[in-house]
């Protein structure tokens, strides 16, 4: 009964962080890098719930498909990250290669 109410508690708390993430994805859509911190947040957030509520159900198909919202999750990331350096290298004043700049 106990660990029952810790989930609930859990749950309460990663409710408050995706509402909490929501608002400052409204308010911080001009900067990119925020932005894209939000979204990780926001998945984080998303994989926490579902595996609370697949450990409450005890269903093995809940942690399939927390595998794959955590596969969505970093190939979302891999995509924000690559449209953040395509643009900072367009808008850049003198353009670098590819890996001058991380020495390989």
Same mark, same amino acid.
Do not use: T, W
């Given at each position: 009964?106990?660990?029952?109410?810790?989930?609930?508690?859990?749950?309460?708390?990663?409710?408050?962080?995706?509402?909490?993430?929501?608002?400052?994805?409204?308010?911080?859509?001009?900067?990119?890098?925020?932005?894209?911190?939000?979204?990780?947040? !926001?998945? *984080?957030?998303?994989? +926490?719930?579902?595996?609370?509520? @697949?450990?409450?159900? =005890?269903? #093995?198909? $809940?942690?399939?498909?927390?595998? !794959?919202? *955590?596969?969505?999750? +970093?190939?979302?990331?891999?995509? @924000?990250?690559?449209? =953040?350096? #395509?643009? $900072?290298?367009?808008?850049?004043?003198?353009?670098?290669?590819?890996?001058?700049?991380?020495?390989?």
């Amino acid at each position: 009964m106990g660990g029952q109410k810790e989930k609930c508690v859990v749950l309460d708390i990663c409710f408050f962080f995706l509402f909490f993430a929501l608002f400052h994805v409204f308010f911080q859509h001009k900067i990119f890098l925020n932005l894209l911190l939000s979204f990780e947040l !926001l998945s *984080l957030l998303v994989y +926490v719930i579902s595996m609370c509520l @697949g450990a409450m159900s =005890l269903s #093995l198909v $809940s942690f399939h498909v927390c595998n !794959l919202i *955590l596969c969505l999750s +970093v190939v979302e990331s891999v995509m @924000g990250l690559a449209l =953040l350096i #395509l643009c $900072s290298r367009l808008s850049s004043k003198n353009q670098v290669s590819c890996f001058s700049f991380l020495k390989f």
